[in-house]
T-cell receptor, first 116, second 113 residues
């Protein structure tokens, strides 16, 4: 009963370091999303994917890259971390066209990332 | 483009009192509306959704919301809150259920004894 799993749960980086956040879903969902959550700003979409091998920019894509090589995984990369990227990152997934009625997005528990 | 406004950043209430969390949206097309709840150090869970049909939507944990197209609102209500309802609540809108959601800034519900 895993749903959406994010790895790692916590991480502290130094400015300029790189890292990759992993999101895995076991619900055969077509669509996957990466959000960041900052105090007083709600959740903002970074990138999303409508299927294996595809990615698209969201509202705040700068400084991030993503890849969806396998349907069940969606990776978020920070090439050169900056303090402004300190945030809580959430991955979500949802059904796509042809997968039944419109279904809500399912969220992981988040990754708390601090950039010093 | 769609947008969501949650006017109240924080709502304090006593246990067993009723509560209403306000959400207004703007969109030039028909939308789907959602309320999500986030408990401390957890991800978001769906409380309820409005896709079509009856404008009064019932969700989990005794919450309900009413879609008002003329006022472009989707307020969340509960007749009697519990301490365990203390959490942050997010209203969200999308053009379809599986497309990218646009979230409000959230309302923190604080229930005290």
């Amino acid at each position: 009963n895993a749903g959406v799993t994010q790895t790692p749960k916590f991480r502290v980086l130094k400015t300029g370091q790189s890292m990759t956040l992993l999101c895995a879903q076991d619900m055969n969902h077509e669509y996957m999303y990466w959000y960041r959550q900052d105090p007083g700003m709600g959740l903002r979409l970074i990138h999303y994917s409508v299927g294996e091998g595809t990615t698209a920019k969201g509202e705040v894509p700068d400084g991030y890259n993503v890849s969806r090589l396998k349907k069940q995984n969606f990776l978020l990369g920070l090439e050169s971390a900056a303090p402004s990227q300190t945030s809580v990152y959430f991955c979500a997934s949802s059904t796509g066209p042809g997968q039944g009625d419109n279904q809500p997005q399912h969220f992981g528990d988040g990754t708390r990332l601090s950039i010093l | 483009a769609q947008s969501v406004t949650q006017l109240d950043s924080q709502v304090p209430v006593f246990e067993e009192a009723p509560v209403e969390l306000r959400c207004n949206y703007s969109s030039s097309v028909s939308v789907y509306l959602f309320w999500y709840v986030q408990y401390p150090n957890q991800g978001l869970q769906l409380l309820l959704k409005y896709l079509s049909g009856s404008t009064l939507v019932k969700g989990i944990n005794g919450f309900e919301a009413e879609f008002n197209k003329s006022q472009t609102s989707f307020h969340l209500r509960k007749p009697s809150v519990h301490i365990s309802d203390t959490a942050e609540y997010f209203c969200a809108v999308s053009r379809t259920g599986f497309q990218k959601l646009v979230f409000g800034t959230g309302t923190r519900l604080l229930v005290s004894p």
